[in-house]
């Protein structure tokens, strides 16, 4: 005799399920045009079930970063397994999972991006409501680089750069019109190897008070505010 699902899981399958309905409703109609009323007909579930799981559409879409986010952390942390890969291929392999997960949210990403320039905005990717997200990103590229034999100045920004970078190349996706975004993977891939041989040449003692320099100019800009996580915090010089 089969036993039924317990509460938790029931509730949580209902969750995920009224979550990937919304998303494939953002999807078609775009996200100012979808209701909660038609997300929740769609999902099969009463009107007030959706709003019990997500109060909003600004929730729904702070779950699909949450979503988005650990999906990436899981993808890098299998390929980084096994620790055969270099540098430059660490780099590539962060870069390349999350184009390959966000593959059919082009448009959809297009509509979050707009959010960009209104830091007040729940939505908006620079802003407080994604500052969790943000972090646990910055996080993988901070697995990506790894052990690498860094300067710990240089250590302690790269990660929150390749974020930034990594943005920058999500907005140039957004773009791209070229079959299968071949040109974003190109991007990626000479942005990447570039990022390998000057970080190679800064790590030159001679060029620590260049780097404590920039370091200084870009936090004072505020360009890296992030806080350092321990294993930053606790990198060595070389």
Known sequence: MFKSKAPQQRSADTRA???????????????????????????GVALGAAYYYFPSKEAIVRAFYERVQEEHRQRVLLALAGGKL??????????????????????????????????GHPLSPLGEGARKVRHESIAVFELAVGSERLPS???????????????????????????GQRRTRR?????????????????????KPVRGSLVALLQDAGLFPEPLSPAAVSAQEE
């Open 17 to 43: 399920r009224i979550l990937t309905t919304a998303l494939d409703t953002f999807r078609s109609f775009g996200l100012d045009a979808a209701t909660m009323r038609q997300i929740s007909k769609d999902a």
């Open 86 to 119: 270099d540098f430059l291929a660490r780099l590539r392999a962060a870069f390349h999972a999350k184009l390959d997960i966000v593959a059919g949210d082009q448009k959809f990403l297009g509509t979050l991006f707009r959010y960009a320039g209104e830091p």
């Open 153 to 179: 100045d240089i250590r302690a920004f790269l990660p929150t750069a390749l974020w930034a970078l990594h943005m920058a190349v999500l907005l140039y996706f957004v773009h791209d019109t070229s079959p």
């Open 187 to 207: 991007l990626v891939d000479g942005a990447l190897a570039l990022v390998v041989r000057l970080l190679a040449l800064v790590k030159f003692p001679v060029l």
